[in-house]
């Protein structure tokens, strides 16, 4: 009778360890196919279809949803993506331009800022995803010889099409009151905390509109990578 229960509690503790291994590969296999499709989502290219024409302004027909206030483009880079603002700064950090739920979100503009960017001060939001997608592209910019061979590219909006050149890289908190809350902020506020922080610095033209381009970085929630640069309409 013992010897017949043994063998029963031997079978029983073999099935649980076959079906402990069967989720724990269920498990890896849903992960594996869940970061797959999440980085496919984030280097989606077949999004560059909505891109303006070069020197055009963001005509309604261009624009993939009324939440698109811009596009945003840097030469020689990956960062070539729709620019959405939302009611809030949460409502794209996962939701893909089309309005879908995604996790690698949208590249978005401070909800208190201009949509026209016509404030002095705009900040413009984005993932830091893998192998350089999304604003995971902003690492690279880091490299001195990197931001120098790329200081230019294009924002086009529903008004106007603005030339913006990169003349700072610098790391910051979130919590940082200065870059982090646009409302109001003048350029020579910007200026004034970049020339005494910035790991890449260059003086930019007098009197031009400033936009940085802020993502994660570092081990910490609140680290944050931002590139600046300042805007001439055409």
Not at 154 to 167: A, N, Q, R, Y
Request: hydrophobic share 40%.
């Amino acid at each position: 009778m013992a010897n017949r229960l043994i063998n029963i509690l031997d079978k029983l503790l073999d099935t649980l360890i076959v079906i402990v291994c069967i989720l724990l590969l269920f498990i890896g296999v849903w992960s594996m196919l869940d970061n797959l499709w999440l980085y496919q989502s984030a280097g989606d290219r077949s999004i560059l279809v909505y891109r303006p024409p070069k020197d055009e302004i963001l005509t309604a027909e261009r624009r993939i949803s009324e939440n698109q206030v811009a596009w945003l483009n840097l030469d020689d880079t990956d960062i070539d993506y729709p620019l959405m603002q939302g009611k809030d700064n949460y409502e794209f950090l996962n939701k893909d331009p089309y309005g879908e739920f995604s996790l690698s979100g949208s590249i978005f503009l401070d909800s208190n800022n201009d949509p026209d960017l016509g404030d002095e001060y705009s900040l413009i939001y984005g993932h830091h995803m893998a192998h350089g997608a999304m604003f995971g592209a902003l690492d690279a910019f880091q490299d001195r010889a990197y931001f120098d061979a790329h200081r230019t590219g294009t924002i086009t909006t529903k008004t106007s099409v603005f030339d913006f050149e990169t003349f700072a890289v610098c790391s910051a908190d979130a919590t940082n009151y200065t870059l982090f809350d646009p409302r109001g902020r003048t350029s020579w506020e910007i200026l004034a905390f970049l020339k005494g922080n910035a790991m890449h610095y260059t003086d930019p033209p007098e009197g031009e509109r400033i936009v940085a381009l802020s993502t994660c970085s570092g081990d910490t929630s609140v680290a944050r990578l931002l590139v600046f640069g300042t805007i001439h309409e055409r």
